[in-house]
């Protein structure tokens, strides 16, 4: 029986093939005693700046278990492992024809399960394959050519593409394994099978999703390109097909609709359909970007180890008097600030890191919660509108050409020493005061948080530090209204899912959503198959 041993401690670096010497020195056994030792997790605990240590949990199987459990058993940190045997799949027959709308992890991971149940659907992507939509997104960055259907927000691969490539989540599913493992098998490096805070990079994330292209046109999907859907045909009042780019119809009697959070026309379609739709709060802020070293010399202390990795952090401050929150979102160690934007005359921020980390700044997101009651107008699509507004404003006070407004952050707390920007968005920042292309609220809000941080974090708020703006598209301003059997309450057959659907906020939260859906999708098809036989 395996067994699970919890904080195995490593300097940092030193091997993970020390781990086994370590396992025998805590439990005094010899080398012999040990048949193989796996490495399950590792973390870095840099709570004592003056002893960071990378802590580690093992599989191991030994020579004497049972022994080894009854001298050791009582120890928190040693658990029996007891495997659960993972039965394949059922293989369906038939079951209609299945339709999925975007190829971000929702879609993708939609699919990669309703492949393992023997279905084929169609898969209709607005945008085009990630190498091209890779070249587009360069013209944009480097030329201000921006693409409206090939971009960093559509395209092969979804927004997460350009980002850090996160696999965390707050969300506590048994698939996450699941995930993590199609990841792998699809080029993802093994290490986020182990790591508690996976990513995978910008640069290897692009592999991955060719990969599970490929993948599912080996299993007989249908995979179009620069198929953007326009419209939902109705039949006997569910779906009966969708209308592609205004003239072509692809039948569909399951329609798994996973546009992403930035899809704000299918939005209006859907709203002019009739399909229930609800604003939903997101939070909106700025980028705020540090060098990388001084990041590190916060978390892990003057003289930290050079084998410790690109140093993170994460921050939140709840305003009890307003009820706001303002928070860090999508930090990206060792990345730079990217312009996100998918539609003319407006500029969008986001963060990317490539798989090294290795860029000198480190950059994250500082967002503040806004919600209907900010949005002006009780339509369910004014949060669509609310970024826009923000985002045009973005535009103009960055002077056009998709440059984006900065501030010195000392400068934005009204505090003397500014030395003017820094910032490796592109095409560029134009210096402006922030304030104005930001709601009050928010201003507000992050001028309290900032000073709450820099008490967490001392340093955090110096004259090295740009905020750039502005960061809009942090996660779907309208929620597509499903059931507990995850389709539309207003429209059978029609299966809302992942980040553009409102019920999902991440790679990792997105991929599970769909797999959710997909099981729910073959539970349905098996349960009409059964009952007409």
Not at 47 to 66: G, M, N, Y
Not at 263 to 269: S, V
Not at 336 to 349: I, N, P
Not at 453 to 463: E, S, W
Request: charged share 25%.
């Amino acid at each position: 029986m395996p067994i699970l041993v919890r904080n195995i401690i490593l300097s940092p670096g030193e091997g993970d093939e020390l781990l086994r010497a370590r396992l025998a020195l805590r439990f005094g056994m010899a080398d012999r005693d040990i048949r193989t030792v796996c490495l399950v997790r590792k973390s870095i605990d840099a709570r004592r700046k003056s002893r960071v240590v990378i802590v580690c949990t093992v599989e191991c199987r030994l020579a004497d278990e049972a022994g080894f459990l009854a001298r050791h058993g009582h120890d928190p940190d040693v658990k029996a492992v007891e495997r659960v045997p993972q039965l394949p799949l059922p293989r369906l027959a038939g079951g209609g024809r299945v339709v999925i709308v975007g190829m971000g992890p929702a879609g993708l991971f939609a699919a990669l399960r309703l492949v393992e149940y023997g279905l084929t659907p169609t898969i209709l992507e607005r945008g085009r394959p990630v190498e091209e939509r890779t070249r587009d997104v360069q013209a944009f960055w480097s030329r201000s050519e921006l693409d409206p259907e090939s971009n960093v927000q559509f395209g092969e691969g979804g927004a997460g593409t350009f980002s850090d490539g996160k696999l965390t989540t707050r969300v506590n599913d048994p698939r996450i394994g699941y995930v993590l493992e199609k990841l792998v098998a699809f080029g993802a490096p093994p290490e986020i099978l182990h790591l508690a805070k996976p990513h995978v990079g910008t640069d290897q994330l692009r592999r991955v999703v060719a990969g599970i292209r490929q993948g599912l046109l080996a299993a007989g999907c249908d995979i179009r390109f620069r198929s953007r859907v326009t419209d939902i045909v109705l039949r006997e009042g569910r779906v009966g097909a969708v209308i592609v780019n205004g003239t072509d119809e692809v039948a569909a009697d399951v329609l798994v609709l996973a546009p992403g959070h930035s899809a704000r026309d299918t939005y209006e379609m859907l709203d002019s359909r009739g399909v229930h739709l609800q604003a939903k709060p997101f939070a909106m802020g700025v980028r705020v970007e540090h060098p990388q070293e001084l990041i590190n010399g916060i978390q892990y202390g003057r003289g930290h180890h050079p084998a410790l990795p690109p140093a993170d952090y994460a921050l939140a401050h709840n305003d009890r008097r307003t009820g706001r929150s303002a928070y860090s979102f999508c930090m990206c160690p060792g990345g730079v600030v990217v312009a996100g934007s998918s539609e003319k005359g407006g500029v969008v921020t986001n963060g990317m890191s490539s798989h090294l980390r290795n860029s000198p700044f480190a950059n994250s997101a500082l967002v503040v919660t806004v919600g209907p009651d900010d949005f002006g107008s009780p339509s369910s699509l004014a949060g669509v509108e609310f970024q826009r507004l923000w985002e045009r404003r973005a535009f103009e006070a960055g002077g056009g050409g998709y440059r984006a407004p900065a501030q010195n952050l000392l400068s934005f707390l009204g505090m003397k020493g500014g030395k003017g920007v820094s910032s490796s968005y592109r095409p560029g920042v134009r210096e402006t005061d922030l304030s104005r292309v930001l709601p009050v609220a928010v201003t507000e809000t992050l001028r309290e948080g900032l000073r709450v941080f820099d008490r967490k974090m001392r340093g955090f708020v110096t004259a090295e530090a740009t905020l750039t703006g502005v960061e809009t598209r942090t996660s779907a301003p309208a929620r597509i209204v499903r059931g507990e059997d995850c389709q539309s309450v207003s429209l059978p057959g029609l299966y809302p899912t992942g980040e553009g659907a409102g019920y999902a906020g991440g790679i990792m939260s997105a991929a599970l959503d769909g797999i959710r859906v997909a099981d729910i999708i073959a539970e349905k098809i098996s349960a009409e198959t059964r009952s007409a036989i």
